[in-house]
Each structure stands twice: as C-alpha cells, then as structure tokens.
C-alpha cells in the first residue's frame, strides 16, 4: 500500500502516494496530480543529463525531484568532497602568497599539514554557515523545523546544492586573468542554488531563504575574523 506523502508533487508540492502505477506487463502510467492535474513528476521519464541541466538552471521542479522523489545519499560524500575543494585552493592560494625557495624540504610536512589546517578552517567557516542558516530559520519559522528529519532533510538540499563548489578546481588548475572572476561567479552560483534549495525544502517565499543566507554569512565571516585575530592564515 503506498503512503500518502512518500513523494511530492514537483509543480505544486502537494503531497503524492506513488509517482506511477503498474498495470502489469510492461504497462505503467504516470501519476496525476490531484491538486494541480499534472504529472506528479514528470522528471522520472528524463534522462539524468536532462534533470541535472534542470537543477543547474534552479528549477524549483527540478529541485523537488532530487530532494523527495529520489533516493539520492551522497550529500555527505559530496559535503566532504566540496570542502576538500575549497581546502585545496587556499592551500594553493597559501603557496602562491609564500613562495620559499629553501630546498631542505622539512617545508614538504609544513605544507601538508597547511593542507589539513586550511580543510579544518573551511569545515568551521561551513559549520558556521550552515548554523547561521538553520538558526535564522528556526527563529523565523519554527514550525517548518519540528523535527529531526526535517533538519536532516534541509541539511541533505543545502550541501546537495551546494555542488557548484566542485567547479573551483578546473577554475584553479586553468589559472587564467579572470580566475577571480571566475571564484566570485562560483561563489554566487552556490549561494543562489543554496536559497532555491531552502525555499523548496521549505516551501518558502524568495526573501527568507536570502535573508538566512545573509545571517549564514554574516557568522561565517565573523568565525574568518576570530581567525584572523588569533593570528591564523586563512
Ligand atoms: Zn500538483
């Protein structure tokens, strides 16, 4: 028996029982949706390129469909994977900034451990903008934040969204004049896919998910300054 509330309706979020139905021999039929008298989704037809050129241009239709009607789980792989990313360009930043030339390369240890210092101080700076963003909405809508699964789930659409970080690498291995252009647009890519990300899990306007983003930021800037004060590179 499918459960009421399984999946969502991508047009209109309304709650939907099962995506299609199975009438036997090879002959299956997309679900309707009750409320809007659409397809439940349509997206389960597409071809994954498709959807992820979808999600890529912030289709909220797009977004519903990886976060309830798939069984995605690699936000926290992919979480690691996008810290390691950021890690490894400050790291790069960090050598470029303090060329030493000294060839007894005691100096091979510092750098690596430079590395792991600049993944622990990413890992913060994202923790803090994370809380940031869970305690403005918390704050602000407390009722959409009730329960365990409701932070995990809005845990799982912003790391999820926040994939546009993997681009930071070929934009620092093909260095260019225009790399820092090319880090500031990465950077406003992911913070535009993190606001549609909250505004889909949530079911939210356009203006609570920028102004928990903002809060985000504004904490993990200060986390940036605290460093900075204690006299850390970052
Ligand atoms: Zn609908």
């Known amino acids: 028996m499918a459960v009421l509330g399984a999946y969502r309706c991508i047009e209109c979020n309304r709650e939907a029982a099962e995506l299609y139905r199975d009438y036997q021999r090879g002959v299956l039929r997309i679900s309707i949706c009750k409320s809007c008298q659409k397809p439940v989704d349509k997206y389960i037809e597409y071809d994954p390129v498709i ?79 994370l809380l940031g963003i869970f305690l403005t909405l918390w704050w602000m809508r407390p009722e959409m934040l009730k329960t365990k699964s409701d932070f995990i789930l809005l845990l799982k659409a912003l790391l999820l969204s926040s994939y546009g970080k993997l681009l930071l690498i070929p934009a ?43 809060f985000g930021l504004i904490l993990e800037n200060g986390v940036v300054c605290l460093f900075q004060k204690m006299g850390w590179d970052v």
């Open 51 to 129: 959807i992820l050129i979808n999600a890529v241009l912030c289709k909220a239709q797009a977004y519903r469909h990886i976060l309830f009607n798939t069984k995605i789980n690699i936000h926290g792989k992919l979480g690691i994977f996008c810290l390691l990313c950021e890690a490894y360009l400050r790291w790069l930043q960090l050598q470029d900034s303090s060329q030493n030339t000294d060839p007894d390369d005691l100096i091979r240890y510092a750098k690596e451990w430079d590395f792991y210092r600049m993944f622990g101080i990413a890992s913060l700076e994202q923790t803090s903008f």
């Open 172 to 214: 620092v291995i093909w260095e260019h004049d225009y790399t820092p252009l090319c880090l500031a647009f990465i950077k406003v890519f992911v913070l535009i896919s993190n606001s549609q990300a909250i505004r889909v899990t949530l079911n939210l306007n356009r203006m609570l998910p920028w102004l928990a983003i903002i």
